[in-house]
């Protein structure tokens, strides 16, 4: 059974930091390519990042240059390094694979005031 749980959100002013993990059980972690995805109130949930198992990452433009994607392929824990954080990035994160899996965790809450 897939399980996927994030953590790390929260309140921050524009410009700010967040660092996003989570933890992903039931799935082949080392064979998959994980990302992590956001919905927008209103919006559809979109990849913003994603890591493949050799370790290259994609990022959705609006992030590039101020995120960044890691993984613990040890532990199962996959990372999300927030920086210089916009109004525009806050919405609720989810962690998954990519292509992502039925099972969605609770996400976590990311919101930048400005």
């Known amino acids: 059974q897939v399980q996927l749980v994030e953590s790390g959100g929260g309140l921050v002013q524009a410009g700010g930091s967040l660092r996003l993990s989570c933890t992903a059980t039931?799935?082949?972690?080392?064979?998959?390519?994980m990302g992590w995805y956001r919905q927008a109130p209103g919006k559809q949930r979109e990849l913003v990042a994603r890591i493949t198992t050799g370790g290259t990452t994609n990022y959705v433009d609006s992030v590039k240059g101020r995120f960044t994607i890691s993984r613990d392929s040890v532990k199962n824990m996959v990372y999300l390094q927030m920086n210089s954080l916009k109004p525009e990035d806050t919405a609720v994160y989810y962690c998954?694979?990519?292509?992502?899996?039925?099972?969605w965790g609770q996400g976590t809450q990311v919101t930048v005031s400005s």
């Open positions: 998954n694979a990519d292509p992502p899996t039925r099972s």
């Open positions: 039931g799935i082949m972690f080392r064979f998959n390519a």
